[in-house]
C-alpha cells in the first residue's frame, strides 16, 4: 500500500469515525464467554469440523479450535460458533497453520 493511501485511510478514518475492521477489511470477532464467538468480515470456510474452524480472510486465515463446535448460523461475511472455544490464531499470509 502506498504511503499516499495510508494517508488517505487514516484522513477519512478520523474525518468520517469509520470503525477500523471496514476501514482495513479486517475481521470483527464477538466472543460470548468461551460458548459462542461471532465472526464478521470473513471470505469464506476453508475448513469445518467438531473441533477446528478454519476462515479465509483478506490478510490471511483465522483458526479456531475448541471441542464440540457446531455452526450456528452463516451467511456470506459472517459465521456464529457454538461449543467450548479454547484458542483463536490469526494467520497470516504465507505463514503455516
Given at each position: 500500500?502506498?504511503?499516499?493511501?495510508?494517508?488517505?485511510?487514516?484522513?477519512?478514518?478520523?474525518?468520517?469515525?469509520?470503525?477500523?475492521?471496514?476501514?482495513?477489511?479486517?475481521?470483527?470477532?464477538?466472543l460470548i464467554g468461551n460458548h459462542e464467538l461471532?465472526i464478521e468480515n470473513h471470505k469464506g470456510v476453508?475448513?469445518?469440523?467438531?473441533?477446528?474452524?478454519?476462515?479465509?480472510?483478506?490478510?490471511?486465515?483465522?483458526?479456531?479450535?475448541?471441542?464440540?463446535?457446531?455452526?450456528?448460523?452463516?451467511?456470506?461475511?459472517?459465521?456464529?460458533?457454538?461449543?467450548?472455544?479454547?484458542?483463536?490464531?490469526?494467520?497470516?499470509?504465507?505463514?503455516?497453520?
Amino acid at each position: 500500500m502506498s504511503r499516499i493511501s495510508r494517508k488517505l485511510q487514516r484522513w477519512t478514518q478520523e474525518i468520517l469515525d469509520l470503525p477500523q475492521d471496514l476501514l482495513y477489511d479486517l475481521p470483527r470477532l464477538t466472543l460470548i464467554g468461551n460458548h459462542e464467538l461471532h465472526i464478521e468480515n470473513h471470505k469464506g470456510v476453508i475448513h469445518f469440523s467438531s473441533d477446528k474452524l478454519v476462515l479465509s480472510l483478506a490478510q490471511g486465515a483465522l483458526e479456531i479450535t475448541g471441542t464440540e463446535l457446531s455452526i450456528r448460523a452463516i451467511q456470506s461475511t459472517e459465521v456464529t460458533l457454538q461449543g467450548r472455544v479454547e484458542r483463536i490464531q490469526y494467520i497470516e499470509r504465507g505463514e503455516k497453520p
